[in-house]
C-alpha cells in the first residue's frame, strides 16, 4: 500500500466519523503528524472529543489547523491582537507561523494576556482563526532568534512542502522480513571532536550528530564519506544533542552534498547551532582557512529544523521513534532515546551529560521507561 493509499484511507474514515456540518479542506502528512485543514476549526474547538476520538481510531498525532484561506492578514491580526490584548500585559513581540497556523505572543505578563480561564485567548482565536499560544517576554532579546523567526516565516510555503515530504517518508511503512539495527562510528570515539554516529536498520539510516573538530589542521570533519553512509539523499534523519560545534559545525555540509532531509533538535538547539555554525564559517575566513560550508547551507539546516521539547516523542522513521531528555549540559542539549521497532529494541545516545544540578539546569535524566543500550559520551 503507496503513502497516497493510506491518506485515501484516512481521509474516508475521518469524513465518516465527523459531523457533516464540519468543513474538512485537506487531510495531509506533515512531518509525524496528521494535518486535518478546516474552514470551521470552531466546531472542532467546541469538541474537544472529537481530535481525541479520532487519533485513538486511526493511530495517529492528529493536529487540526485553519484552512489558509480563513486565516486573517497578518498586518490586520496583529492590530487586533494588540486591540484584545490589555496593555498592561506589556506584548514585546508578536511572530506567526504561517506554515502551522500559529500565532506566539511575548508578554512581560503573561497571565494579563490570557485572560481568566483563557478568555482572552479564545477571543483571539475566534477574531483572526489563528491559533494563539502566549509566552513570557526573554529579558534580552535575541538577534538571531528573531532573525530565524523571519526567515521561516517569509519561506513557509517552501516549509510546509519540505514537512509534507518528510511525512510521507516517514508513513511509507515498515518491510517485513529479518530485522537487524547496526551502530556505525564514524567520529568522536576514542578522541574529542566530530562527533558522530549512524543508528542503521533495515528500515532505516539515523545520524546522530555531526561535528567538526576545530582543533585539526587538515581534516576535521567526521568519516560522513564511507559506503555505510552515502548517497547522503538515503539517510532518513539527523538527530543533533547540543549546539557545540563539535556535535553540530558539520550538519550544513550534509546539504551541500545532498541531503534533503529533516534535522531534529530541541528549540534552543537550532538557534545557537545557527549562531554557531555562522560564527564558524566567519572565523575560518578571517584566518585564511578553507570555508566548508555558505551561510546558504546554513539556512538549508534552519528551514529543514524539526524542533522537539524534552518528553515529546515522534516518529522519525517508518520504525524509529525519537524522544529527547534533558541532558544537564548547555541549554537545550539532549540524551536522544530511539525505540526501535514494535518494541524490538531501545538505544539512547548522550552527547554530553552533567548529572549534577547547577544555578541554571537541573541534572541528565537517567531514568528511562526502557533501554537496552547506552552510547555515552
Same mark, same amino acid.
Given at each position: 500500500?503507496?503513502?497516497? &493509499? $493510506?491518506?485515501?484511507?484516512?481521509?474516508?474514515?475521518?469524513?465518516?466519523?465527523?459531523?457533516?456540518?464540519?468543513?474538512?479542506?485537506?487531510?495531509?502528512?506533515? @512531518?509525524?503528524?496528521?494535518?486535518?485543514?478546516?474552514?470551521?476549526?470552531?466546531? #472542532?474547538?467546541?469538541?474537544?472529543?472529537?481530535?481525541?476520538?479520532?487519533?485513538?481510531?486511526?493511530?495517529?498525532?492528529?493536529?487540526?489547523? !485553519?484552512?489558509?484561506? $480563513?486565516?486573517?492578514?497578518?498586518?490586520?491580526?496583529?492590530?487586533?491582537?494588540?486591540?484584545?490584548?490589555?496593555?498592561?500585559? =506589556?506584548?514585546?513581540?508578536?511572530?506567526?507561523?504561517?506554515?502551522?497556523?500559529?500565532?506566539?505572543?511575548?508578554?512581560?505578563?503573561?497571565?494579563?494576556?490570557?485572560?481568566? =480561564?483563557?478568555?482572552?485567548?479564545?477571543?483571539?482565536?475566534?477574531?483572526? /482563526?489563528?491559533?494563539?499560544?502566549?509566552?513570557?517576554?526573554?529579558?534580552?532579546?535575541?538577534?538571531?532568534?528573531?532573525?530565524?523567526?523571519?526567515?521561516?516565516? +517569509?519561506? +513557509?510555503?517552501?516549509?510546509?512542502?519540505?514537512?509534507?515530504?518528510?511525512?510521507?517518508?516517514?508513513?511509507?511503512?515498515?518491510?517485513?522480513?529479518?530485522?537487524?539495527?547496526?551502530?556505525?562510528?564514524?567520529?568522536?570515539?576514542?578522541?574529542?571532536?566530530?562527533?558522530?554516529?549512524?543508528?542503521?536498520?533495515?528500515?532505516?539510516?539515523?545520524?546522530?550528530?555531526?561535528?567538526?573538530? $576545530?582543533?585539526?589542521?587538515?581534516?576535521?570533519?567526521?568519516?560522513?564519506?564511507?559506503?555505510?553512509?552515502?548517497?547522503? =539523499?538515503?539517510?532518513?534523519?539527523?538527530?543533533?544533542?547540543?549546539?557545540?560545534?563539535?556535535?553540530?559545525?558539520?550538519?550544513?555540509?550534509?546539504?551541500?552534498? @545532498?541531503?534533503?532531509?529533516?534535522?531534529?533538535?530541541? !528549540?534552543? %538547539?537550532?538557534?545557537?547551532?545557527?549562531?554557531?555554525?555562522?560564527?564558524?564559517?566567519?572565523?575560518?575566513?578571517? &584566518?585564511?582557512?578553507?570555508?566548508?560550508?555558505? +551561510?546558504?547551507?546554513?539556512?538549508?539546516?534552519?528551514?529543514?529544523?524539526?524542533?522537539? @521539547?524534552?518528553?515529546?516523542?515522534?516518529?522519525?522513521?517508518?520504525?524509529?521513534?525519537?524522544? #529527547?531528555?534533558?541532558?544537564?549540559?548547555?541549554?537545550?542539549?539532549?540524551?536522544?532515546? #530511539?525505540?526501535?521497532?514494535?518494541?524490538?529494541? /531501545?538505544?539512547?545516545? +548522550?552527547?554530553?551529560?552533567?548529572?549534577?544540578? %547547577?544555578?541554571?539546569?537541573?541534572?541528565?535524566? /537517567?531514568?528511562?521507561?526502557?533501554?537496552?543500550? #547506552?552510547?555515552?559520551?
Amino acid at each position: 500500500m503507496t503513502v497516497d &493509499d $493510506v491518506l485515501a484511507e484516512i481521509r474516508g474514515k475521518i469524513r465518516g466519523s465527523i459531523p457533516a456540518s464540519v468543513d474538512i479542506s485537506e487531510v495531509e502528512f506533515e @512531518g509525524a503528524l496528521l494535518v486535518i485543514y478546516t474552514k470551521t476549526p470552531d466546531k #472542532f474547538a467546541n469538541n474537544k472529543d472529537l481530535v481525541k476520538n479520532m487519533a485513538k481510531s486511526l493511530q495517529k498525532r492528529i493536529v487540526v489547523r !485553519p484552512d489558509p484561506s $480563513v486565516l486573517t492578514d497578518i498586518d490586520i491580526a496583529e492590530k487586533k491582537i494588540r486591540q484584545i490584548i490589555p496593555k498592561e500585559a =506589556e506584548i514585546t513581540n508578536i511572530y506567526f507561523q504561517p506554515d502551522v497556523g500559529e500565532v506566539t505572543i511575548e508578554a512581560l505578563k503573561p497571565g494579563a494576556a490570557i485572560g481568566r =480561564e483563557g478568555q482572552l485567548l479564545n477571543e483571539i482565536r475566534k477574531k483572526i /482563526n489563528w491559533a494563539p499560544s502566549i509566552v513570557r517576554a526573554p529579558p534580552i532579546q535575541s538577534k538571531t532568534v528573531q532573525e530565524i523567526r523571519g526567515y521561516l516565516r +517569509s519561506m +513557509s510555503d517552501e516549509r510546509k512542502d519540505i514537512l509534507r515530504k518528510i511525512g510521507r517518508k516517514i508513513h511509507r511503512g515498515a518491510s517485513t522480513g529479518e530485522k537487524y539495527i547496526r551502530m556505525i562510528a564514524l567520529g568522536g570515539f576514542r578522541e574529542v571532536g566530530r562527533s558522530c554516529a549512524m543508528l542503521h536498520t533495515q528500515d532505516s539510516k539515523v545520524l546522530i550528530d555531526c561535528g567538526v573538530d $576545530v582543533s585539526a589542521e587538515n581534516n576535521g570533519s567526521p568519516y560522513i564519506h564511507l559506503p555505510e553512509v552515502l548517497p547522503l =539523499e538515503k539517510i532518513d534523519a539527523v538527530v543533533i544533542t547540543h549546539a557545540h560545534l563539535d556535535h553540530c559545525g558539520i550538519v550544513p555540509i550534509l546539504y551541500k552534498y @545532498g541531503y534533503d532531509g529533516p534535522i531534529y533538535c530541541t !528549540p534552543p %538547539t537550532r538557534d545557537l547551532m545557527t549562531l554557531l555554525q555562522m560564527d564558524y564559517i566567519k572565523v575560518a575566513a578571517a &584566518d585564511a582557512k578553507k570555508v566548508p560550508y555558505s +551561510s546558504e547551507n546554513i539556512r538549508d539546516v534552519i528551514k529543514h529544523c524539526i524542533v522537539m @521539547g524534552y518528553g515529546d516523542t515522534t516518529d522519525i522513521t517508518p520504525d524509529i521513534r525519537l524522544t #529527547f531528555h534533558n541532558a544537564g549540559h548547555i541549554l537545550g542539549s539532549s540524551i536522544c532515546h #530511539f525505540h526501535i521497532g514494535d518494541g524490538l529494541y /531501545n538505544i539512547a545516545f +548522550s552527547g554530553d551529560i552533567k548529572f549534577e544540578r %547547577t544555578w541554571l539546569f537541573n541534572p541528565a535524566i /537517567n531514568h528511562f521507561p526502557r533501554a537496552e543500550a #547506552f552510547v555515552l559520551e
